[in-house]
């Protein structure tokens, strides 16, 4: 099989993993390498592919023949799919060469369990180590550390990667059983655990000797599923929030379940993948990382799921009027960020731009704040937009409106009926 | 005071001389062209030579008022904000009036055009470091871009770090000009006219496995070809390696020009190869 078929096989079987940032690499220039990761910071998108998502990375598996039988995975043992392999030198060289042509920024090398954990792990190490000894390879690797394999060898696969991840897939444990039955909780944790331990020790080391090895310097990810179980958005949230909060991680991805296969505890085959879910779920993670808000205050037990018709932001401001309008005068940072249509960015030129004199409605569209959802919110010098007058009702629609450009395409036939609402 | 345009070379340096002659002259400007484009009008014109004790008396005056705004006077110059000469002779004229406080406050009219013109031209120089594609020509990287914007000064630091060791180009077809690296050294220079070898076999093979894996990596369920055009505008579609046309794949030169496959020009190739197949003691199924 020659490298163009196996690339095929083993892009196409990687590609439902969201995970493509390179985020928090901070690898300058050496000689004698190849590459730089310190632009990464910001991240760094190489092309967006045809659904709209970002390609930072040669993003394919180490193999796609797997002893384990996940029933929501196409490279399942029981799935009769085409099966290949790189060897580490293919995989070192077309790394090399994407890089080379500025194709991409580095690696994300995942893989199917191929004999066992262990045995795979090993192959991916092998080929981490050419790219990085051999080919001296100085950009970005992201690898996924596979659940069950030896402590050791995840060490080994830390010390070659920028990030290492072990897709949690499944949010609670029962779907893990019904859905993904040779691996448990405790397999997946174990290695997160072990990562965050290391990470932090690495960092020890590396304030004490400055040329201590770094171990996976740009910290771990995970990867949840939505949609393939019952799991509601709360206990989404919240699992999120004590993974960011407990194993210190730097990203949770969300994948929205495309039915890859026919199963009866699936989702059949035509349920279209629940791509707006998926986004509020972003947004929220958004609102948790950047934004100090916490899992309980955007959900709760009486409204387990995000509100498909505005965003987890608005949703929040529309349950606590109280808290407005907010006058960007006077409000400290933490309260301009609650105002929807102000983010990060314009609360921060808000607070700069007001210590050389007071603000008006009229220099907040040029602060970057969005005036179409903001302005229900705050007030500038004690005033509010001209003729602005709003209940409760004409607020909702006015803030669906305002988002309807912005969302993913397909939920669109579902937004409308709730337009009517 | 009397009103003036001045006109002067096009170069950075050239426009800073036009500041300092306007204080020296005592005069407020109406308009800075660049002699090229200079068309009479009612108003009294100057052309103004460029001194480059004269441009670095004034950068340094920028700088010690603020180095944010002499950064903003810098980029400012390679955005394509319509009459940015004006807009950043406002700019210093401003600082140097009242004091770097204004520069706080982004809504500021006189501090706003420049900065929104920087922040496109960071934008466009941003989604270049990911868009730009370089083809191997015999152990040589080179590329084309179409930026809006005087991107390549921007770029410069980002391609020199990335390929320490390699020698590439990138040529901008907008403003006709060329970045330039070999042996650790960088430079920009105007160039007329470029056109780009066509690829040997080993190129046109990579051109090709990434056509695939672009091709490949979209999940069909989620099509969504607005959200990929608001990331990624069309106008940047046209030097890209995905969107070519089937010439673009196809091997033309001889094969004496084809580089040894598996060892890029400027790194070692591999050594000795590790045995195949890892070993796992007791993990065998
Ligand atoms: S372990 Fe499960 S999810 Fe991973 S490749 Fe194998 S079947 Fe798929």
């Known amino acids: ?421 | 005071m009397t009103e003036m345009v001045y006109c002067y070379d096009g170069s950075f340096e050239g426009f800073l001389c036009c500041v300092f002659d306007s204080y020296a002259n005592r005069e407020v400007l109406t308009a800075i062209c660049r002699d090229e484009d200079f068309i009479p009008t009612l108003f009294a014109s100057r052309a103004i030579p460029t001194d480059r004790d004269h441009a670095g008396r004034v950068y340094r005056k920028i700088v010690k008022c603020s180095p944010w705004a002499a950064e903003l006077v810098r980029k400012g110059f390679l955005t394509c904000l319509p009459d940015r000469e004006i807009h950043l002779y406002r700019l210093v004229r401003k600082l140097l009036r009242e004091g770097p406080g204004f520069l706080g406050n982004l809504s500021d009219p006189v501090l706003y055009p420049v900065a929104r013109a920087v922040r496109h031209l960071e934008g466009e120089a941003h989604l270049l470091k990911g868009f730009v594609r370089f083809s191997d020509l015999g152990g040589v990287l080179g590329g084309e871009i179409e930026p809006k914007n005087r991107v390549l000064p921007i770029l410069r630091g980002h391609f020199c770090a990335r390929y320490l060791n390699e020698k590439f180009f990138l040529y901008d077809r907008t403003h006709r000009e060329a970045l330039f690296y070999a042996a650790g050294k960088a430079m920009i220079r105007p160039l007329a006219d470029f056109q780009m070898a066509p690829p040997d076999e080993n190129e046109a093979a990579y051109r090709l496995l990434w056509k695939r894996f672009y091709d490949t990596i979209a999940i069909k369920e989620r099509y969504n070809p607005k959200c990929r055009m608001t990331n990624m505008p069309k106008r940047y579609w046209n030097t890209m390696t995905e969107f070519q046309d089937e010439s673009y794949f196809t091997a033309r030169s001889s094969p004496a020009a084809v580089s040894d496959p598996g060892a890029p020009a400027g790194i070692p190739a591999p050594g000795t190869l590790p045995a195949p197949g890892p070993s796992s003691p007791g993990s065998a199924p």
């Open chain 1, 1 to 421: 099989m020659d490298v163009l078929e196996k690339l095929t096989i083993l892009t196409d079987a990687a590609k439902y993993d969201a995970a493509c940032t390179s985020s928090g690499g901070s690898r300058t220039a050496k000689k004698g390498y190849i590459g730089n990761t310190s632009t990464s910071l910001a991240g760094c998108c190489h092309t967006f592919s045809a659904d709209g998502r970002c390609v930072t990375l040669l993003k394919v598996l180490m193999t796609n023949r797997c002893v384990y039988d996940c029933k929501y995975c196409v490279n399942r043992r029981s799935n009769e799919t085409k099966r290949a392999a790189f060897t580490p030198e293919e995989l070192a060289d077309l790394t090399i060469n994407f890089y080379r042509r500025n194709y991409i920024e580095g690696l994300f090398l995942s893989s199917g369990v191929f004999r066992s954990p262990d045995y795979t792990t090993e192959l991916m190490i092998r080929s981490l180590r050419l790219l990085r000894e051999t080919y001296r390879f100085n950009g970005y690797i992201h690898a996924k550390a596979i659940p069950g394999a030896a402590p050791e060898l995840v060490e080994q696969l830390g010390f070659l990667a920028d990030r290492l991840s072990v897709n949690i897939e499944l949010p609670s444990e029962a779907g893990l059983k019904a859905l993904a039955p040779d691996k448990t909780k405790q397999a997946i944790l174990t290695p997160m655990r072990q990562i965050q331990a290391r990470n932090q020790q690495s960092r020890e080391e590396l304030a004490k000797y400055r040329h201590a090895p770094k171990f996976a310097p740009a910290g771990q990810s995970t990867q949840l599923i939505v949609g393939a179980t019952a799991d509601n958005d709360l206990h989404i949230l919240r699992l999120t929030q004590g993974l960011y909060d407990r194993y210190r991680l730097k990203r949770v991805f969300y994948s929205a379940y495309v039915p890859v296969v026919e199963h009866a505890l699936l989702p059949a085959r035509d349920v279209k993948p629940p791509l707006l879910r998926e986004h509020r779920l972003y947004q929220a993670d958004w609102l948790l990382r950047f934004y100090g808000f916490r899992a309980q205050e955007l959900l709760d037990e009486a409204h387990p799921d995000f509100d498909p018709r505005v965003d987890p932001k608005c949703s929040w401001a529309l349950a606590h009027l109280d808290f407005f309008p907010v006058e960007v005068n006077a409000a400290d940072y933490e309260s301009l960020l609650r105002i929807p249509g102000v983010g990060v960015t314009s609360a921060r030129s808000i607070l700069a731009a007001r210590r050389t004199g007071p603000l008006h409605l009229e220099n907040l569209p040029k602060l970057g704040v969005v005036m179409k959802r903001a302005q229900y919110f705050l007030t500038a010098s004690g005033k509010t937009a001209d003729g602005l007058r709003f209940t409760p009702d004409s607020l909702l629609r006015g803030l669906i409106a305002a988002e309807r450009p912005l969302l993913p395409q397909p939920p669109m036939e579902q937004l409308s009926l709730f337009a009517a609402v």
